[in-house]
């Protein structure tokens, strides 16, 4: 873990026991990399497929899970109790928690933010040892706004309030369904998630690169062609992303962002070929967005 993980543990240590507490301690790991200093470039090529800096390596997951179960276990081991991790495995408010227990301040996009930047993944351990509290850190945003600007679908609706239905990241991610017509432009090439707000905040000058391992990129996602990726098939898919955060959205949203960014990129024979291979596809979600592409680059 990097320091502010245990800086967050070390800071509330355990007191005497009382019956029914419930504590809960919030923890960070950085994902940064030094990919993150082309990831403007590659968002300006429109034949590169945009991929979230935090799902390039190995399913965030289960690496801090993994983790996470070794401190509470050392824990339990030295001071007795019990508890649980949590890595976005359950509806735990964990900006907020790590707001209050004073790792960072909420940012504008509504992330969590320090002096380090925004580079970090989140992860919780409740215990019923009774810990300290932390203090919560002052606002350090003062008057940018540089995320809420930056936003391709304007999600940030004002400052700290984020519109999600309108969020690149839960439209490739989480939606299910056809991506909204209105929003299919400004995706451009981002197929797995939108890093834009942190990509500009001032404060991610100073975010430190990630010592894990199991977060450097793989199957040159970091600067992969959109052609390349749309010609994998399903098995190929499962292959090259299994322990990849990626892999949970399966082949066929996959393929459907894929299209949507192929639709925004330069008209080619190699993409317009790529697209009419998709035609003829078993999803209806897939054939929708790959005619769609395909319209854009009729004309």
Not at 50 to 79: C, F, I, N, P, T
Not at 90 to 113: D, I, N, Q, Y
Not at 211 to 224: H, M, Q, S, V, Y
Request: charge should be positive; include cysteine; hydrophobic fraction near 35%.
């Amino acid at each position: 873990m990097n320091y502010m993980a245990k800086h967050a543990a070390l800071r509330s240590k355990p007191a005497e026991l009382h019956p029914g507490t419930v504590s809960v301690i919030t923890l960070a790991m950085s994902y940064c990399s030094p990919h993150f200093s082309g990831a403007l470039e590659i968002l300006e090529n429109r034949g590169k497929a945009y991929v979230s800096r935090y799902a390039l390596g190995r399913d965030y997951h289960k690496v801090m899970r993994r983790k996470l179960q070794s401190l509470l276990d050392r824990m339990e081991a030295e001071y007795g109790g019990n508890g649980r991790v949590f890595v976005d495995s359950a509806p735990v408010l964990e900006v907020e928690a790590a707001r209050k227990s004073g790792m960072g301040w909420r940012g504008k996009h509504t992330l969590l933010l320090t002096k380090q930047g925004s580079y970090f993944f989140l992860g919780e351990i409740f215990t019923n040892l009774p810990l300290r509290a932390g203090d919560p850190v002052p606002d350090h945003c003062g008057s940018c706004t540089k995320c809420i600007d930056i936003c391709p679908t304007q999600a940030i609706v004002e400052p700290y309030v984020l519109d999600a239905r309108r969020c690149i990241s839960y439209l490739t991610i989480e939606h299910p369904g056809p991506i909204p017509l209105e929003y299919r432009e400004a995706m451009g090439n981002r197929i797995y998630g939108c890093d834009d707000c942190q990509l500009v905040c001032p404060w991610n000058r100073f975010s430190k690169i990630a010592l894990e391992p199991d977060f450097a990129a793989r199957n040159g996602l970091e600067k992969a062609e959109l052609v390349t990726l749309f010609s994998w098939s399903k098995e190929e898919f499962d292959s090259r992303l299994a322990g990849s955060a990626i892999r949970r959205i399966g082949h066929e949203r996959w393929l459907r962002n894929i299209a949507v960014a192929l639709g925004n990129s330069e008209s080619s024979e190699a993409v317009v070929s790529a697209l009419k291979k998709g035609l003829d596809h078993e999803s209806g979600l897939v054939r929708e967005h790959v005619a769609w592409a395909l319209d854009r680059h009729s004309g």
